[in-house]
C-alpha cells in the first residue's frame, strides 16, 4: 500500500510541471490540467485513507511475539587500563614541567540563565515543557490527550484511530515541534526526546506517553512501534534507531530486518514483546538518526571550566552547558565518528578560537597539532568509564570540557574535532582491543617524524591523546605492534 502512495505522489510530481505549462497554451487545457489534478489528489487522499484503514487493522489484529536481543555492550574487546603511559614533557614549541588539570570542579559561569522560569500560559491548551533547561510552549488541544484503556491490540488500534481523526490538530503541533527541533539544533534523537518530555506534561500514565510518542513519530514518518512487554504487560515504543550504524548497550528486537530498540515504556530488561504483524510494511519510513547537522543550541553556557595550555603557556577559562551534558548523555551510545565531528556550543567554540585562531597565526600546522595534542594529554584528568560511572561512555567534545574525568576515546573526539576545527587536517581514530588513539594527515609534502599508518595512500601520523607529553608520532609501546582498526570520520 505504501508504494502505491510513493507511486502516484512521484507520479503527480512528474506530471505536474508539464500540465502546468499549459496554462499558457489555452483555457481548455488549463481546464484539463484542474480537473487532471483534482483526481490526483482525490486518488491520493483515497489511497493514503485506504492505508491508514489498513495500518489499524492491523494493530487490532493479535500480536505477534518477538525476541529480545542484548546489544554489544562496547566495541572494546578488552578492559581500558586504568592509569595512562607518560612521558616527560618533551622539547617542543614551549618547554616546561608536566601539570595536573588546572581545575577539575566546575564554576558557575558569570553569564545569567538563559530561560528563567516566566509567567505561565492561561491557554488551557498550551503546554510548557522544560526540555534540559529551556522552558518552550506548545498548542496541545484536548482532542490530542486521548488515553487508551489497556495495552490490549483493540484498544491501541481505538487510540491509533482517535488520533488520525485529528490530523489538522497533529499536522500543526508537528510544525511547531520541527520549528523548536531546528531552533535548538537536535538531532532526531532529540526530536524523539522533545516527544517524551511533552507526553509527560501531558499524561500520568506511561503507557499514554508511549502511544502519544508512538503516534507523532509514525505520522511524521518514521519508523516507530508500539509494542507489549511479555511478562510486565505494559507499552513499550520500539524505535529504528539508524541502522546503518552500531548502537551499543540496548535491547532491540529484529521485526522485518530491521532492529527497533526499546527507547521508552516501563518494561522488565531483557523481555520478550508482542508487536504487530510483520505485514505492516515501514518500507518507506526512516530510521532516527543520531548525527547533528547543526550546532546542539539548547540553552545558554551555564558553567566554565579553567584549563591549562601547557605547551603555549596560557590558562583558559572554557564555558559549556549544563543542559548540553545532560542532552548527550542520553543519547543512545554509538559509533566513533559521530562523536568526532559534533561540535561543542558556540560559546565554548568561539572561546577556544579566541586562543587557538591566534595561535595559528603564529605557527604551522605541525605546530598546532602538536599543541593541540598537548592541551589534550594534559589538561583533563584520566579515568575510565567503568569506574566514573559504572558502565561504558563516549564523549560528546563537549562532555570532555564539563565533567571532571575522560579516557581514551573521549580525548580522541575532542582532539579530532578540534584539529579538524583549527588546522584544517584530515584525522583518523586508531582502534586497539582496549584502546583508540588518532592518527593525522599532514599532507604529502610535509613527514613529521615518528610512527605512521598508510591508509588510501596516504601517510597518517600517529597521535595519542591520552599518552601523556608524548610528541607526534610517539605510540605507548605495548601498541607498537598491535592490531588496529581504522575508524574513517565521514
Not at 183 to 209: H, P, V
Not at 472 to 485: D, L, N, S, V, W
Amino acid at each position: 500500500m505504501r508504494t502505491k502512495l510513493h507511486f502516484i505522489v512521484i507520479l503527480l510530481l512528474a506530471v505536474a510541471p508539464q500540465l502546468a505549462q499549459a496554462q499558457v497554451e489555452g483555457d481548455s487545457l488549463l481546464q484539463d490540467y484542474e480537473r487532471y489534478r483534482e483526481q490526483m489528489y482525490q486518488n491520493f487522499e483515497g489511497f493514503r485513507q485506504q492505508a491508514y484503514d489498513e495500518f489499524e487493522r492491523f494493530l487490532a489484529e493479535a500480536w505477534t511475539e518477538y525476541n529480545s536481543i542484548a546489544g554489544q555492550i562496547s566495541i572494546y574487546t578488552s578492559k581500558k587500563p586504568e592509569n595512562t603511559p607518560k612521558m616527560q614533557l618533551y622539547s617542543g614549541t614551549h618547554d616546561g614541567e608536566s601539570a595536573a588539570p588546572f581545575l577539575v570542579e566546575p564554576i558557575p559561569s558569570a553569564r545569567p540563565p538563559q530561560n528563567a522560569e516566566t509567567k505561565r500560559p492561561s491557554d488551557p491548551d498550551i503546554v510548557r515543557v522544560n526540555f534540559y533547561g529551556r522552558n518552550i510552549d506548545f498548542h496541545v488541544p484536548q482532542a490530542l490527550r486521548c488515553k487508551a484503556k489497556s495495552s490490549r491490540e483493540s484498544e491501541v488500534a481505538k487510540y491509533y484511530k482517535a488520533m488520525h481523526s485529528q490530523e489538522e490538530a497533529t499536522r500543526k503541533l508537528q510544525v511547531e515541534i520541527n520549528h523548536a527541533v531546528s531552533q535548538m539544533g537536535l538531532n532526531e534523537w532529540g526530536y524523539f526526546s522533545l516527544l517524551r518530555t511533552i507526553s509527560e506534561k501531558i499524561f500520568a500514565d506511561t503507557n499514554d506517553c508511549v502511544l502519544f510518542c508512538f503516534y507523532m513519530l509514525h505520522s511524521n514518518g518514521f519508523k516507530a512501534r508500539v509494542g507489549r512487554g511479555q511478562q510486565s504487560k505494559n507499552l513499550l515504543l520500539l524505535l529504528a534507531i539508524d541502522n546503518s550504524k552500531e548502537i551499543y548497550s540496548s535491547t532491540f528486537f529484529r521485526i522485518n530486518g530491521t532492529k527497533y530498540y526499546i527507547v521508552y515504556g516501563n518494561g522488565i530488561k531483557g523481555e520478550n514483546a508482542y508487536s504487530y504483524n510483520e505485514k505492516a510494511d515501514d518500507r518507506g519510513l526512516k530510521e532516527i538518526g543520531l548525527d547533528f547537522t547543526k550546532q546542539l543550541n539548547i540553552a545558554a553556557c551555564d558553567m566554565q571550566r579553567k584549563l591549562r595550555l601547557e605547551k603555549a603557556d596560557i590558562n583558559l577559562v572554557i564555558p559549556y552547558s549544563s543542559s548540553h551534558l545532560r542532552y548527550y548523555d542520553e543519547i543512545p551510545m554509538t559509533v566513533f565518528p559521530i562523536y568526532f565531528k559534533t561540535p561543542v556550543s558556540k560559546e565554548a567554540e568561539l572561546s577556544l578560537a579566541n586562543t587557538f585562531d591566534d595561535l595559528a597565526k603564529k605557527h604551522d600546522k605541525v605546530q598546532m597539532v602538536d599543541i593541540i595534542l598537548n592541551f589534550v594529554q594534559t589538561a583533563f584528568a584520566y579515568k575510565i568509564d567503568e569506574i566514573q560511572f559504572g558502565r561504558e561512555k563516549y564523549f560528546f567534545p563537549e562532555e570532555v570540557i564539563g565533567l571532571p574525568f575522560s579516557d581514551c576515546e573521549d580525548r580522541s573526539a575532542l582532539f579530532a574535532w578540534m584539529v579538524r576545527r583549527f588546522t584544517g587536517l584530515e584525522v583518523i581514530g586508531v582502534l586497539y582491543a582496549d584502546h583508540l588513539a588518532t592518527a593525522v594527515y599532514f599532507g604529502d609534502n610535509v613527514n613529521p617524524k615518528g610512527q605512521s599508518i598508510m591508509h588510501k595512500g596516504k601517510r597518517f601520523v600517529v597521535c595519542d591523546p591520552t599518552y601523556q607529553n608524548a610528541s607526534i608520532g610517539m605510540m605507548t609501546p605495548k601498541y607498537a605492534k598491535a592490531r588496529y582498526e581504522i575508524i574513517n570520520i565521514y
